[in-house]
């Protein structure tokens, strides 16, 4: 251990104290405030990004909102106006998809699926649309604060939607088929005979003067 004692009374010389308080002392307090200084920043990036992406969601979801409107008061709507509500819901769609969040996908594809039915309920002036527009939109405002209950909210729906739209299917091929099936029974099937007339006799001027 005598290495260990050289170190140690080097330390304790007028030389080593020059070397520690000069050097070692200084370095050591760079590499600790740098260190701070990157942990700092990297918490400041962190909550930068996560209020710029907090910023995109809220533009996101509002947008959709703001559609979702526009569908509720689909009849009272211009040709252009309304062409231009659908270009818009379009652009919503896609900028709801890209978010970086938990069931993005399936908000977005939730939230087109609702701009059809509002429509209809709008067209077919049913009261029912401005219930259906809260419900849409609470649903999107929830979703926007808790992602991860994507599927809970709008999982459900599609799962349903996507069965009716198959049972909606099947019977369409059922009447395709049935359709097929009768005119290829009417292809099939003799030709009716002619009626037959029977031959007109004319009596001879003779036997009528008879």
Not at 80 to 97: F, K, W
Not at 117 to 126: D, G, M, N, R, T
């Amino acid at each position: 251990m005598q290495w260990w004692d050289d170190i140690i009374s080097w330390f304790s010389s007028d030389a080593g104290w020059q070397v520690t308080t000069a050097a070692i002392i200084p370095g050591v307090a760079i590499l600790v405030a740098g260190f701070v200084a990157a942990l700092i920043g990297r918490g400041s990036t962190k909550r930068i990004v996560s209020l710029h992406d907090r910023d995109e969601r809220a533009a996101a979801v509002t947008a959709m909102i703001s559609a979702a409107r526009r569908a509720a008061n689909w009849n009272s709507l211009s040709a252009p106006e309304q062409q231009q509500a659908d270009h818009i819901a379009l652009e919503c769609d896609v900028r709801l998809r890209l978010l970086p969040l938990a069931g993005s996908g399936l908000a977005a594809e939730w939230a087109t699926h609702e701009l059809g039915e509002l429509k209809k309920q709008a067209v077919s002036f049913s009261f029912q649309a401005a219930q259906s527009l809260k419900e849409f939109k609470d649903r999107l405002i929830e979703w926007q604060a808790h992602p991860a209950r994507a599927k809970k909210l709008f999982k459900n729906d599609l799962d349903s939607w996507a069965y009716e739209a198959s049972l909606n299917d099947q019977d369409l091929v059922a009447q395709q088929k049935a359709w097929e099936a009768q005119q290829a029974a009417e292809a099939q099937a003799p030709d009716a005979p002619a009626p037959t007339t029977a031959p007109t006799v004319t009596r001879p001027e003779s036997d009528r003067d008879a």
